[in-house]
């Protein structure tokens, strides 16, 4: 399409912002000063006087994530900005797919339709599959795209007694490595070409009974998202997930993974921790030189320098060598030792006593909470509230 003709597309409509699905990111309004500005609701709005006709229609429908501007006039056809090249051979790839089988379960996740809702004593638990595999369609082979879906991002708003979540394939930013431009580009070449990959969708849930007054919600590495809906104010400000969480400021490091003292944490392109694991010791988020791990109330746990993570401390005087710290240790930074003194009778009569192995220990906090006799004691801030898989019950458990 000519320049100018462009600039009649643009002068025959005028562009408008849907304030449900705003979520204030500012980015019209930073790009296209002479049409957006950010009102005191915190919503994006329209000029009286916008401009227009200055801008390609598409260019400013496309830098909204969530589908909030709409354009009156004809919107131009996107265009890429990477150039894709075919890959040699690929029909003998494709060959080898074509005649599967689709996977239902990906094709109704690519529309929003794997889920389940249940009631809760607060309001409502919903959980949503989002999809993990890119459809075997033709231009997938053709263009080497990926199998493995790349994360979603999504929106999550409610109005009354509706919930809703709005899905999109990731688009490319200015600030994308060649590699990822190159990736997501293949994958938004390919939405819209099949029945069975819009490149985003909307899921709406009519909530019956009180009106919603507030939602939490977690998109794990798994592609689950776990939304609440609560109708009891009180019990929203209460809540607290059953385990840490590690968000998309995950960089695959590996770090958490070599320092969990239960082994709730694996890895993948974003690593995952394990709910029915995980005992809330914030070990993986004093380690993480990223920022990328929320304790249970979401906030982010604050990293520690390495060399200033404080380590296990023994009081002699109360340990009285009963060894349930070394054998609870699963970094074998304890172990027992004579005493120096054993006619020293300040000391309890026993002739062995813990001691800490500072360059093992990681500040876990195992030791500090088996010890019975309160002989050890790790300064530093913790969870280990009496949520998800209690303490105990990892301890007794085959540990």
């Known amino acids: 399409m000519a320049e100018t003709e462009l600039e009649k597309t643009a002068q025959a409509g005028l562009f408008d912002v849907d ?33 227009a006709a200055k801008y390609n229609a598409r260019t400013v429908v496309d830098v909204c994530p969530t589908d909030a501007i709409g354009f009156s006039g004809e919107v131009p056809p996107a265009i890429l900005t990477v150039e894709l090249e075919e890959v040699p051979g690929w029909q003998a790839e494709f060959a080898r797919w074509k005649n599967l089988t689709e996977n239902r379960v990906e094709r109704d996740r690519r529309y929003g339709r794997d889920y389940v809702v249940a009631k809760t004593a607060h309001g409502f638990e919903i959980t949503l ?4 595999r890119v459809p075997a369609v033709r231009d997938r082979f053709r263009l080497g795209a990926p199998e493995i879906m790349p994360e979603y991002n999504t929106h999550i708003y409610s109005d009354g007694n509706k919930v809703s979540l709005t899905a999109w394939v990731p688009r490319v930013s200015p600030d994308d490595k060649t590699d990822i431009k190159m990736l997501k580009t293949k994958i938004l070449a390919l939405t819209h070409t099949s029945n069975s990959f819009p490149g985003r969708f909307t899921t709406e849930w009519d909530l019956e009974g009180k009106e919603i007054v507030g939602l939490r919600s977690r998109h794990d590495a798994h592609g689950q998202i776990t939304i609440l809906a609560f109708t009891d104010r009180v019990a929203m400000e209460a809540h607290q997930w059953q385990s840490h969480f590690i968000t998309d400021q995950c960089t695959a490091c590996s770090i958490c993974e070599r320092v969990c003292p239960t082994n709730a944490i694996t890895s993948g392109e974003r690593y995952y921790i394990d709910p029915a694991l995980c005992i809330n010791c914030s070990v993986c988020g004093v380690y993480c030189p990223f920022d990328a791990i929320d304790d249970s109330l979401d906030v982010v746990v604050q990293k520690i320098k390495p060399k200033q993570v404080p380590k296990a401390r023994v009081d002699e005087a109360l340990c009285t060598g009963c060894e349930f710290c070394v054998d609870v240790c699963p970094f074998e930074a304890l172990e027992m030792q004579d005493l120096v003194d054993p006619g020293d009778y300040s000391l309890p009569q026993t002739s062995r006593i813990a001691i800490v192995i500072d360059k093992n220990c990681v500040s876990c906090k195992l030791c500090e909470q088996v010890c019975i006799k309160d002989a050890i004691d790790v300064p530093r801030p913790h969870q280990f509230e009496d949520i998800g898989m209690s303490f105990m019950s990892y301890l007794t458990d085959e540990h």
């Open 19 to 51: 304030p449900v699905l705003c979520i204030a990111c500012d980015a019209c309004c930073q790009d296209f000063p002479e049409v957006f500005y950010m009102g005191g609701d915190e919503k994006a709005h329209v000029l009286d006087d916008q401009e």
């Open 129 to 132: 599959h989002m999809p993990t």
